[in-house]
């Protein structure tokens, strides 16, 4: 599975951004996705869950701040990021949740400026 993640870009504190990650295949049979991130310097995290039936799930860092998303007819997954502030700074990753392997693609760099 190839995995596209795009939308990053600077902003500034209490600025938004709208994340995207393409899926080369198709995304209905799987349970769960996530969007992970990497801050620099630290282990890479996940951020935000969605499974098969909507259900959400985020980390309490970006709980009441991020909202995922999935669209299976497009194949991808998405994540508003409001009141972004600067340590959700990070390269965003989306995949699998939990990961079960596979390559995690490039990400999308997103930066919070003060």
């Known amino acids: 599975v190839q995995l596209q993640a795009s939308g990053g870009g600077l902003v500034q504190t209490g600025g938004s951004l709208r994340l995207s990650c393409a899926a080369s295949v198709s995304i209905s049979s799987i349970n769960a996705m996530g969007w992970y991130r990497q801050a620099p310097g630290k282990q890479r995290e996940l951020v935000a869950r969605?499974?098969?039936?909507?259900?959400?799930i985020y980390a309490a860092s970006v709980k009441g701040r991020f909202t995922i998303s999935r669209d299976n007819a497009k194949n991808t997954v998405y994540l508003q990021m409001n009141s972004l502030q600067p340590e959700d700074t990070a390269v965003y990753y989306c995949n699998t949740a939990p990961y079960l392997g596979g390559d995690w693609g490039q990400g999308t760099l997103v930066t919070v400026s003060s």
């Open positions: 969605i499974n098969i039936g909507g259900s959400t």
